[in-house]
């Protein structure tokens, strides 16, 4: 049997066929055209899933769900599109209608984030984990908690806004209206804004050279790169950047006491480089200092088919 | 049927036989002799049992289960209290011991602010909701996470220490080895510092005569009872600690979207004083702003009984 997982993006719709295992066994992006409203956009989608299965030389009989990964929230009950602020959804019944327009009748929907660790607990580097976190550093910082195998979505499908914890009041302002919240501290965006901090006030810094001396080419890879080169003004982004991402991870584990803590997004490719520092810090100041269950930290599996993966996970 | 309900405290051990509706029929109250070490507390705390089961005019056949709300970090399902820094218990099996010494083989035990969060949503404020989270404000912030009716205790029996939430790395050093932690900006003794600094700041101030002209006799109570008064430093403490208390409120809203927050602790008592100010901030805050379900935030039900009521509900 086979599984049919959607990663919905404002600008893309990636669809994809996957197996029992969570491999996938074809893939193919189409443009959401998001422009032309909430109905196009379930259209697209549902050619897309169409194509997909076409593409693996299947047919609709062979995949027993189709899942959805959205951003915004999503009813996952009741196929419900709650609400998005990059997608023209709100309270769209988007499950029906993929379900009318393709004839398979089983569609889920969730939060992308959400599908995300589920796509880890279930395929990923949480499997055999009764539950879990998925912590994904993007241009914000998305979540993803897993209870006892099943994403949990609070009693209104809103929870898991990792990203919107706030963890310093004097911190920079978020869209969301708070301020210091744990995006604006620890994503690849806040990366990239105390890179040019720190470039501003070390002009000998090697951050320069890398980024051919232009601001606008810094990246979460530049401070990184500096770092393992003896950069100081790189090795200080580095620092600051591992004190605020474990200082949300000590709260989460002092909060929800998972398993194992996933990480994910790009930032999550400098691999141990980041994560040994982040678990000895992690380790120090966690409040539960006694017995020996202690939640691992680890670089999340799935990389850029966690969406897919995830969405075809969602049925599981 | 009867239930048996234990609040295990460093200084007074209460025992109280509870009936199904969560109402105490009798209670009464035993020195701990924490000195005397973990078997001495564990013959307490059986003595404590049968005492009360007696003075209820009952026998042991008439009690369905002990529960015991402990301080510290309690194994639920092995009946061992792992560790405690109030009680000399580390790795000490209390469910079979207290078993052994009344007869009565049923025993729970249970970390205190868990079994209180427990009690809330059985017998308290939270009962008819499936999720919910009681914020306890003393000398710390106690927490209790219920999910699905049942206590969430993460894998290692350690969550819910919503206390120990950084939520300023710049605020004032905590004894778990942080800065900032929720506990030292929202709690009773938080108030009571913020109190005295701001009476420092203003002579003029109506809280120096409320305690007599005595900083040591400066509680919870003094910043509330003046700010009724009008009294502005006064306000100006209460704005504060509404400030911090609907951080940490909006933060765990933004994580676990509870049904409703049950706010428990001396402070309470300040009532819709305290909480209307509170909703404003979290209902203008907190991320979820579409549809119509947003978490309740009141007032917990039980007060000082909670520990009873709480470690009596722990077998439902």
């Known amino acids: 049997m086979y ?13 994809g066929v996957v197996d029992e295992k969570g491999g996938i066994i074809y893939k193919e992006s189409f443009e959401t055209e998001a422009e032309k409203g909430a109905d196009h956009i379930a259209e697209r989608i549902a ?3 169409l194509a997909a299965i076409r593409g693996a030389g299947l047919s609709a ?3 027993e769900y189709i899942g959805v990964a959205s951003p915004g929230t999503a009813d996952s009950e009741k ?3 709650i609400y998005c602020s990059s997608l023209p959804f709100l309270n769209y019944p988007l499950s029906k209608k993929i379900a009318s327009l393709t004839g398979i009748n089983d569609v889920y929907i969730e939060n992308d984030a959400n599908a995300a660790a589920k796509g880890e607990s279930s395929h990923g580097r949480a499997k055999g984990y009764a539950t879990s976190i998925m912590v994904t550093l993007g241009t914000g910082i998305g979540g993803g908690i897993i209870i006892g195998g099943k994403i949990y979505e609070g009693f209104n499908f809103a929870a898991a806004e990792i990203g919107h914890m706030v963890i310093d009041p004097q911190g920079p302002p978020c869209q969301c209206g708070r301020k210091g919240c744990w995006e604006k501290l620890a994503s690849a965006t806040s990366l990239i804004r105390m890179s040019r901090e720190e470039m501003a006030k070390k002009p000998e810094s090697l951050m320069w050279g890398l980024c051919g001396n232009d601001l606008s080419k810094v990246d979460a890879k530049t401070p990184f790169d500096a770092s393992r080169l003896g950069d100081e003004a790189g090795a200080a982004v580095v620092e600051k950047f591992v004190f605020y991402l474990s200082l949300g991870l000590i709260n989460l584990i002092n909060l929800l006491q998972p ?3 996933t990480i994910g997004g790009g930032v999550s490719g400098e691999g141990e480089y980041l ?3 982040v678990r000895k810090i992690v380790e120090k100041e966690q409040y539960s200092r006694y017995g020996d269950k202690k939640t691992l930290i680890v670089k999340a599996a799935l990389g850029n088919d966690a969406g897919i993966i995830g969405a075809a996970s969602l049925g599981l």
Chains 1, 2 share one sequence.
């Not at 599984?3 to 669809?15: M, N, P, Q, S, V």
Request: charge should be negative.
């Open 47 to 49: 050619f897309a899933c």
């Open 3 to 15: 599984y049919l997982g959607i990663d919905l993006g404002g600008t893309f719709i990636k669809a």
């Open 259 to 261: 398993e194992i803590i």
């Open 79 to 81: 196929g419900i599109m």
């Open 275 to 277: 994560l040994e520092p």
């Open 61 to 63: 009989k062979d995949i």
